[in-house]
């Protein structure tokens, strides 16, 4: 998985690409620390570009909406499509983290 980062006054985003899996547990902290960082009461992931996303970075996911929800900071999830749509919906995480289309 890659990600680009940018920020606006509206909100901080960062923006995957590729597949979230296990393997990518060590770029987690690098995310993290941009959630830690943000100036913003919004924090985006944009997902439009993301084939794929397993067990391990659905609870990535939590991780992140716990330390967005730790600084008052709302999470969202942007573009889900396909089989990442499909997992997030599963996991019925849209419960938990707020989804936009």
Do not use: C, P, Y
């Not at 993301?50 to 573009?79: C, H, P, V, Y």
């Not at 749509?85 to 599963?90: A, E, G, Q, T, V």
């Amino acid at each position: 998985m890659d990600f680009k980062t940018t920020e606006t006054a509206e909100a901080t985003e960062v923006r995957l690409t590729g597949r979230l899996e296990f393997t990518d547990h060590d770029r987690l902290g690098v995310i993290a620390a941009v959630v830690q960082g943000a100036r913003t009461q919004r924090f985006v992931i944009d997902m439009i570009d993301l084939e794929f996303i397993d067990s391990a970075g659905l609870g990535m996911l939590m991780i992140l909406q716990e330390e967005a929800e730790t600084r008052n900071i709302k999470m969202i999830l942007r573009n889900l499509r396909g089989d990442v749509k499909r997992s997030i919906d599963l996991a019925r995480l849209g419960e938990i983290i707020a989804i936009e289309a």
